[in-house]
């Protein structure tokens, strides 16, 4: 075997663990709040998430990977009954398929996306103004948890200005379901809004924008580590906020629109 192959082997093999350690991640989350769930669900509910990071298992890997690491759950009853006491979180109605959103801090798009490390993955989340297209919120973090969202909200509420009370969409992830970052949203008065069960497309505005980040910023290759992935997104953000002219906007940059004065009342 040649030098070159046994390293292009390294790196196949460290990027597939890379990927298997996310499928484990997700399928935890799942079982924090359905400890019974079967295999084929588990996989309906990652699915989407795993398509985003661009991870592709089939249901039988699936199967061998719960079983390596003892997730399978087990056939017979045992004497003791584990009772769920989680209830799942409420979710709200999608108020921003019908709005008409003419001006910045109005309605304000939020998601979630993977960046690929060579230590493993990390989450990319982004908070951006329907009307501008600017990112009013980032933040990378190491872990799955509501942490890094609430950070990237907060610092989106930051920039609003006293009077705003905009639409929050998002998906229904847990992270924008659970109480802490509900609470953030009802403290300052910010109408939720979510997609439907199923319909990812409802936020396609902020699928789009981390396809445009990933594909014309460099975010799509495996990054050496968490720090190089904070420091190639805040670039990012600064390049797409400042420089990035869009088409939608007639040519104009993010920053340019959101900063305009906002339409009299």
């Known amino acids: 075997m040649t030098k070159q192959n046994f390293y292009k082997g390294e790196r196949q093999r460290r990027r597939r663990e890379i990927d298997e350690q996310l499928v484990v991640d997700l399928v935890q989350r799942e079982r924090h709040m359905h400890p019974r769930i079967g295999g084929r669900k588990l996989l309906h509910l990652i699915r989407s998430e795993l398509e985003k990071a661009e991870v592709f298992i089939g249901r039988n890997r699936l199967f061998e990977l719960l079983g390596e690491h003892d997730l399978l759950v087990p056939r017979k009853r045992t004497g003791v009954r584990t009772t ?13 398929k019908n709005a008409v959103i003419e001006e910045p801090h109005r309605a304000l798009v939020a998601d979630l996306t993977y960046l690929r490390t060579e230590q493993g993955f990390v989450y990319l989340a982004l908070v951006m103004d329907v009307h501008s297209r600017k990112i009013v919120g980032f933040d990378v973090n190491n872990t799955l948890e509501a942490v890094g969202c609430m950070r990237a909200l907060q610092m989106a509420l930051e920039q609003l200005p006293q009077d705003a009370s905009p639409i929050h969409h998002s998906d229904r992830g847990t992270q924008y379901c659970c109480a802490a970052y509900v609470e953030m949203l009802q403290e ?3 109408v939720i809004s979510m997609t439907e069960e199923n319909h990812c497309y409802e936020n396609a505005m902020a699928e789009r924008l981390n396809g445009v980040l990933k594909q014309e910023y460099g975010l799509s290759a495996t990054l050496a580590d968490i720090e190089e992935a904070k420091s190639l997104v805040g670039e990012a953000v600064m390049l797409y906020n400042e420089h990035r002219p869009h088409l939608s906007l007639n040519f104009a940059t993010p920053e340019q629109v959101h900063q305009r004065e906002p339409l009299a009342a």
């Open 84 to 96: 769920d006491s989680r209830h799942r979180f409420r979710v709200y109605k999608n108020e921003l």
């Open 188 to 190: 300052r008065g910010i």
